[in-house]
């Protein structure tokens, strides 16, 4: 399943990726759905992930109804972009994978978008249209915070 979500936010760019980029451990401070979250070590890291250099962590724990970790597997300061993979998912996902980008719409303006690609286990796709209706509300809930979140702010 393959969701696209899009977020206008009246701040600059730069101050939007701080928040999304930088920080990105720190999602807890800013996103209700979230209700704790944490940094994560490079020993953290599954074998099967390689973090890039340029990241600022290796990755987030966060705490929702589920604990997931979420390891950063590629990331550009330069782009304002990142992409991060879900490990210790619920079963009936297999994988969970978000590219996350800022873009600037002007010097106050900012579109966020978040490319986010689920892959469900077997009879689970089946329910991809209900699914889809509850994380897009999901992210789409985290989007909003952000921008109310850096809106704030600035």
Known sequence: MHLLLEQRINAPADSVWQV???QFADIAEWATFVKSSRAIS????PASFTVP???PVP????MTKVKVVEVITAFSDEDRSLTFEGTGLP?????AQDIQSVAAEGENTSTVTFEID???VGPFAAFS???RRRMTKTFGGILVDLKQHVEAAN
Do not use: C, M, S, Y
């Not at 490079?42 to 890291?45: C, P, S, W």
């Not at 079963?91 to 994988?95: A, L, P, Q, S, Y």
């Open 20 to 22: 999304l980029g930088t």
């Open 42 to 45: 490079q020993k953290e890291v």
């Open 53 to 55: 250099a340029a990241a």
């Open 59 to 62: 990755g987030r724990e966060t």
């Open 91 to 95: 079963r009936i996902i297999r994988r």
């Open 118 to 120: 689920f892959d469900f």
């Open 129 to 131: 249209p209900i699914l």
